[in-house]
T-cell receptor
């Protein structure tokens, strides 16, 4: 069974601060996705990374896939209250039914 | 409206009762999934379907039954609900089975078994 560990589990910061969320595994994944989930809603895809070492930027969010494709990070610059939510990483291994989700990082950005 | 919708949004049922959670998508996606979300476990796959009349078990299928007679609908039935099945259930769909394909999720059904 492939496992994805996310850290930290909870994070509460002030508006304007920077933060990094980590997603680690001992398994190699062919792709890594990051989703954001708001209260009472389903997860929504933010980004997919597929190449070891790949970096993608989405406005103030920077996503990186580890060189060995076993880990990933999400960095948010100058966090805003609108960034509040549950961030989930999901590792892909060939088929969508094999998608492995991490347990999530609950981010709260205080105004 | 286009998208994926789940019903009901909230459900309380008693132990031993049968309950069905509904999922409807308007994209004509071939692939559909049912997940449960519990604290500390993230999302775990219960069942998935590759097309109408094609379903298969995921990671945690015990106690659940699915059917898919039409492409757009994928109901999940708890045959005899147990307290351990108290959870938030998400239905999702995708246009392909590739591991890097985007999954589109419904808003979820919060089920409480008392």
């Amino acid at each position: 069974t492939q496992l994805l560990e996310q850290s930290p589990q909870f994070l509460s910061i002030q508006e304007g601060e920077n933060l990094t969320v980590y997603c680690n595994s001992s398994s190699v994944f062919s792709s890594l996705q990051w989703y954001r989930q708001e209260p009472g809603e389903g997860p929504v895809l933010l980004v997919t990374v597929v190449t070891g070492g790949e970096v993608k930027k989405l406005k103030r969010l920077t996503f990186q896939f580890g060189d060995a494709r076993k880990d990933s990070s999400l960095h948010i610059t100058a966090a805003q209250p609108g960034d509040t939510g549950l961030y989930l990483c999901a590792g892909g291994s060939g088929s969508a039914r094999q998608l492995t989700f991490g347990s999530g990082t609950q981010l709260t950005v205080l105004p | 409206d286009a998208g994926i919708t789940q019903s009901p949004r909230y459900k309380i049922t008693e132990t031993g009762r049968q309950v069905t959670l509904m999922c409807h998508q308007t994209w004509s996606h071939s692939y559909m999934f049912w997940y449960r979300q519990d604290l500390g476990h993230g999302l775990r796959l219960i069942y998935y379907s590759a097309a109408a009349d094609i379903t298969d078990k995921g990671e945690v299928p015990d106690g659940y039954v699915v059917s898919r007679s039409k492409t757009e609908n994928f109901p999940l039935t708890l045959e005899s609900a147990t307290r351990s099945q108290t959870s938030v259930y998400f239905c999702a769909s995708s246009e392909s089975d590739r591991g890097n394909t985007e999954a589109f999720f419904g808003q979820g059904t919060r089920l409480t078994v008392v």
